[in-house]
């Protein structure tokens, strides 16, 4: 043995040699030369203290490509582009709403530049961050004023701590909901110092239940659009226009609408924010990004002394966005109020799209009809709104002689340029919903090189 050992080569390469590969340049300019070195230094540990390197030393390790494979698994957790073939088109993992590039390119100047965001022009004295986000939002909703924060979690939590701590709070038993990860409404609740007094049954809550929950220590009425799920059959929601009339004054109606609907006409079924104005909602918070179609944020409106209040809530300090939210919401607003096509949001230009996402199926069936087959295939608008709404759309399903549906949606999962696809029943369904015109070109080469590598 130790006559053998002496011949075998437990040389690893240096790690400045590494850096220089030709191989890893791309990785250096993607991911930072730090992170590499470290990604390096790791992998040759591992090699080091592998068993098959003190059997046989390096000779028997390809060194390089398990650095590179180290690198591209890290690579692959960099935040980039995909390209959503689930047909989910407000899709939690994928970024939720993607953001108009007109409006994008729109606010370059502002925020590579200087900016306004807390000076008055016209007098030159400090001025406030709103601009004109107030009159915007009045002018969508009927709203008296607005006021906007980092996400409509945020709203929910600044809404309660401000106006309800330590008081009573009616919430109906139907709508104490979790959205999305960790964000359930009686947790919020009590996280503000607030006491929830839960009202009617999972599928009936009346007007008469909240005005008969009313005590001297109620500050509050919260009622919560079920976002990501229906409840069906015998269920009954109460007139909110008569709760509103019903109320005593000092009693705040607030309404987590969830999506920000407003002038879009996706959907019939659902309630828009200025509804709720106008049947006499206190206050309203909706997500800047989710149906409205700007960046993720959190936008309350209602009444003036109300939103003061909220804006002067110390907790504000830690919520207030940034310029680069105020930028975006505000090119988007003034677009969707003149009803420019860059002013609706994904799920609006997506259902407006449909015909041509019909043509673009087809096309990929012809160009690839030995592995494509035409499908009908339900969209989701997803992202927890319009759970009631469905609709039709098109893509295709996948198969490829010998290959399983995980290996092929893995494939195209893979760098550049991730496709995600979803498997239903063991076929790859690959939906072009959600599919814009840059991505469709990806897509169709995508599949020409993994089709042709087959
Ligand atoms: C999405 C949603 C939220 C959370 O909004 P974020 O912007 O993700 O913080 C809260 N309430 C309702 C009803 C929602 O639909």
């Given at each position: 043995?130790?006559?053998?050992?002496?011949?075998?080569?437990?040389?690893?390469?240096?790690?400045?040699?590494?850096?220089?590969?030709?191989?890893?340049?791309?990785?250096?300019?993607?991911?930072?030369?730090?992170?590499?070195?470290?990604?390096?230094?790791?992998?040759?540990?591992?090699?080091?203290?592998?068993?098959?390197?003190?059997?046989?030393?390096?000779?028997?390790?390809?060194?390089?490509?398990?650095?590179?494979?180290?690198?591209?698994?890290?690579?692959?957790?960099?935040?980039?582009?995909?390209?959503?073939?689930?047909?989910?088109?407000?899709?939690?993992?994928?970024?939720?709403?993607?953001?108009?590039?007109?409006?994008?390119?729109?606010?370059?100047?502002?925020?590579?530049?200087?900016?306004?965001?807390?000076?008055?022009?016209?007098?030159?004295?400090?001025?406030?961050?709103?601009?004109?986000?107030?009159?915007?939002?009045?002018?969508?909703?009927?709203?008296?004023?607005?006021?906007?924060?980092?996400?409509?979690?945020?709203?929910?939590?600044?809404?309660?701590?401000?106006?309800?701590?330590?008081?009573?709070?009616i919430v109906s038993r139907g709508e104490q909901?979790?959205?999305?990860?960790?964000?359930?409404?009686?947790?919020?609740?009590?996280?503000?110092?607030?006491?929830?007094?839960e009202v009617g049954s999972t599928n009936i809550t009346t007007a008469d239940d909240y005005?008969n929950a009313?005590?001297?220590?109620?500050?509050?009425?919260?009622?919560?659009?079920?976002?990501?799920?229906?409840?069906?059959?015998?269920t009954e929601k109460p007139?909110?226009?008569?709760?509103?009339?019903?109320?005593?004054?000092?009693?705040?109606?607030?309404?987590?609408?969830?999506?920000?609907?407003?002038?879009?006409?996706?959907?019939?079924?659902?309630?828009?924010?200025?509804?709720?104005?106008?049947?006499?909602?206190?206050?309203?918070?909706?997500?800047?990004?989710?149906?409205?179609?700007?960046?993720?944020?959190?936008?309350?409106?209602?009444?003036?002394?109300?939103?003061?209040?909220?804006?002067?809530?110390?907790?504000?300090?830690?919520?207030?966005?940034?310029?680069?939210?105020?930028?975006?919401?505000?090119?988007?607003?003034?677009?969707?109020?003149?009803?420019?096509?860059?002013?609706?949001?994904?799920?609006?230009?997506?259902?407006?799209?449909?015909?041509?996402?019909?043509?673009?199926?087809?096309?990929?069936?012809?160009?690839?009809?030995?592995?494509?087959?035409?499908?009908?295939?339900?969209?989701?608008?997803?992202?927890?709104?319009?759970?009631?709404?469905?609709?039709?759309?098109?893509?295709?399903?996948?198969?490829?002689?010998?290959?399983?549906?995980?290996?092929?949606?893995?494939?195209?999962?893979?760098?550049?340029?991730?496709?995600?696809?979803?498997?239903?029943?063991?076929?790859?369904?690959?939906?072009?919903?959600?599919?814009?015109?840059?991505?469709?070109?990806?897509?169709?080469?995508?599949?020409?090189?993994?089709?042709?590598?087959?």
């Amino acid at each position: 043995m130790t006559s053998l050992s002496s011949t075998i080569n437990y040389r690893l390469p240096q790690i400045e040699k590494v850096l220089q590969l030709h191989e890893l340049q791309f990785y250096i300019n993607s991911l930072s030369r730090p992170i590499v070195t470290r990604l390096i230094q790791k992998e040759l540990d591992s090699i080091r203290q592998s068993d098959e390197f003190k059997q046989q030393g390096c000779d028997a390790i390809n060194v390089i490509e398990r650095i590179v494979s180290r690198c591209s698994q890290t690579q692959y957790k960099k935040l980039q582009r995909v390209i959503n073939a689930t047909g989910t088109v407000i899709h939690t993992n994928l970024g939720r709403s993607p953001i108009n590039a007109e409006i994008w390119d729109s606010v370059r100047g502002i925020n590579i530049g200087y900016n306004n965001l807390e000076l008055q022009i016209s007098s030159g004295k400090r001025g406030g961050r709103k601009g004109i986000m107030g009159e915007l939002l009045q002018a969508l909703t009927g709203a008296e004023d607005a006021v906007i924060v980092n996400n409509n979690a945020s709203s929910v939590y600044l809404i309660l701590a401000e106006l309800a701590k330590g008081k009573e709070v009616i919430v109906s038993r139907g709508e104490q909901i979790q959205i999305g990860g960790g964000f359930r409404i009686p947790d919020i609740l009590a996280l503000t110092g607030a006491k929830m007094v839960e009202v009617g049954s999972t599928n009936i809550t009346t007007a008469d239940d909240y005005i008969n929950a009313i005590t001297p220590e109620t500050a509050l009425i919260l009622m919560v659009h079920q976002s990501n799920f229906t409840i069906q059959g015998f269920t009954e929601k109460p007139d909110i226009a008569d709760v509103a009339k019903r109320l005593p004054a000092h009693i705040i109606l607030a309404v987590d609408q969830g999506s920000g609907l407003s002038n879009e006409t996706l959907s019939q079924s659902e309630i828009c924010i200025a509804q709720y104005i106008k049947w006499g909602a206190d206050l309203v918070c909706f997500s800047g990004d989710k149906i409205l179609g700007g960046p993720q944020s959190g936008i309350i409106c209602g009444r003036h002394a109300l939103i003061a209040l909220l804006e002067k809530n110390p907790m504000m300090r830690t919520f207030r966005p940034s310029r680069i939210i105020y930028s975006l919401l505000e090119a988007l607003l003034i677009k969707k109020l003149n009803k420019a096509n860059s002013g609706k949001g994904i799920a609006q230009r997506t259902i407006d799209d449909q015909q041509n996402i019909h043509d673009k199926a087809k096309r990929l069936v012809a160009l690839f009809p030995q592995y494509l087959t035409l499908k009908s295939l339900p969209l989701v608008i997803g992202g927890g709104t319009l759970p009631n709404t469905q609709y039709v759309s098109t893509g295709v399903s996948i198969k490829c002689e010998g290959h399983c549906a995980e290996a092929i949606s893995s494939a195209l999962r893979q760098a550049p340029n991730p496709i995600i696809t979803t498997i239903k029943n063991a076929e790859v369904l690959c939906h072009l919903a959600a599919v814009n015109d840059d991505d469709y070109l990806i897509l169709q080469q995508k599949l020409q090189l993994y089709f042709q590598q087959l």
